[in-house]
């Protein structure tokens, strides 16, 4: 599994291919879950991203609306 540093170079590489420009907040760890959480917001249209260093078992390590789809601004 790869670490929050590693996700978060992932997830931003993702994130500018689909033309937005993440703004990224702390990590916060969970603590039932023993996982850290990091999020950030696009400053130009809102779309999110969330990385877990440790998702559930159905759960994902990257996800949101700003590595799903292009930023409107961009188009």
Known sequence: MLNLK???KEADESCKFRGHKMVWFDPVFHK???SSLQDAYCSICGAYVQICDNPQINGIAIGG???????????
Not at 65 to 75: H, R, Y
Request: with cysteine; glycine share 0%.
């Open 6 to 8: 590693e996700l978060k």
């Open 32 to 34: 039932w879950s023993n």
């Open 65 to 75: 609306s700003a590595v799903a789809m292009t930023c409107p601004c961009e188009e």
